[in-house]
């Protein structure tokens, strides 16, 4: 009898493993981490205080309704706690949605340079990634309702998109919506929504008050600083809350992360601060780096994508390893289908500032 290796459902071999943002750089240098859309200014001090709080009872487990954390989410919002779901980050959330409605041979549509999770999720269940082209990188509505067919189950929305900083406004967003078969689920992505300061920007919370095949994710990594307790939430219909839950760990998130993440929303100021600081930083540093000739994609979130020549030498590639001898960190995202671009996100004063003089270096401007 011949002995055979146990083989993996279909698609897990496709899938090529998500890479992080590095966090470091040659010589042990201590970096300049700009690669990972963290906040600058760290989390909320009753966020950590909260944290540290839980070190006396890790002995329990945790609540696994998130219960606290769900109330706190729905008081902020305006929303119904009962259609709240928590999870590991948005990931486990993407992961938990495609599981409960993708399978062999089914269909997800997204944008070509969407979030990588959607894709990696989709291959995961055994179902067909559908990248969409994007028109001056952002999502292509109609492009989008046309890739949809008869076996499409999902179609993902990352509004703002990362990498690219862009944005489509709300009328877009319901088009999309409004075209779409009852039975294809809308997945908005709003990772980024508290940085957006557009007047035609919604981060999808209406859309799923009046639909039920609509989801809004949001995180805690990004402008409330707890990216390493992994915090994610999800708006959704009863129904669609009911299948989530029904799929999803029973303590799939950790009492000091809830506590943390109770705290970092009652701390209204703190993420006032941090608006402030991207809403001054940003635009300096899109600014800084269009003297130096590169181009930059108009940003709506705490980052800006950099686009630099394809001459040998002063292409992305050359440009990262400049930076990080440096000890600067910025993101490649030629998985993304960027290959001449880095990603920058908008650090504390001085670490824009050091970026911007390391690129005029490069650019040969000094």
């Given at each position: 009898m011949s002995?055979?290796?146990?083989?993996?459902?279909?698609?897990?071999l496709d899938i090529d493993p998500y890479v992080p943002g590095e966090s470091t750089t040659p010589g042990g240098v201590k970096p300049i981490k700009l690669s990972s859309n963290e906040t600058p200014l760290?989390?909320?001090?009753?966020?950590?205080?909260?944290?540290?709080?839980?070190a006396d009872h890790l002995d329990r487990y945790p609540d696994g309704g998130a219960t606290a954390l769900r109330k706190a989410i729905a008081e902020r919002h305006g929303l119904n706690p009962d259609r709240i779901v928590c999870g590991a980050g948005s990931d486990e959330l993407i992961s938990l949605v495609t599981h409960a409605y993708v399978g062999t041979g089914d269909e997800v549509v997204y944008a070509e340079h969407g979030f990588l999770m959607y894709k990696l999720a989709t291959l995961a269940c055994g179902g067909t990634p559908v990248p969409v082209k994007e028109q001056a990188l952002r999502a292509d509505v109609d492009a989008m309702i046309k890739a949809v067919t008869p076996r499409t189950k999902i179609v993902f929305l990352a509004n703002p998109n990362n990498p690219t900083g862009t944005y489509i406004p709300h009328e877009e967003v319901r088009r999309l919506h409004a075209a779409l078969p009852s039975n294809v689920l809308l997945v908005i992505d709003a990772a980024y929504a508290e940085y957006v300061r557009r007047n035609d920007y919604e981060s999808g919370i209406e859309l799923v008050s009046s639909s039920e095949n609509v989801i809004m994710m949001r995180t805690f990594s990004k402008i409330y600083g707890l990216a390493a307790l992994r915090i994610g939430w999800a708006y959704c219909p009863a129904g669609i809350a009911d299948i989530i839950n029904r799929v999803r760990g029973p303590f799939n998130v950790n009492s000091a992360a809830i506590a943390a993440g109770v705290a970092a929303m009652a701390d209204r100021n703190h993420v006032e601060v941090a608006i402030a600081h991207n809403e001054r930083w940003l635009p300096w540093v899109d600014a800084e780096l269009k003297k130096l000739g590169l181009d930059?994609?108009?940003?709506?979130?705490?980052?800006?994508?950099?686009?630099?020549?394809t001459d040998k030498g002063k292409d992305a590639v050359s440009a990262d390893a400049f930076l990080k001898q440096r000890g600067i960190i910025l993101r490649r995202v030629a998985a993304y289908g960027l290959p001449q671009c880095l990603r920058m996100t908008i650090g504390t004063e001085s670490d824009n500032r050091a970026v911007v003089a390391a690129l005029t270096e490069f650019m040969g401007r000094k």
């Open positions: 002995l055979k290796a146990p083989v993996p459902q279909p698609g897990i760290g989390p909320s001090p009753a966020a950590i205080a909260a944290f540290k709080a839980e930059v994609t108009p940003s709506v979130g705490n980052f800006v994508l950099i686009h630099f020549p």
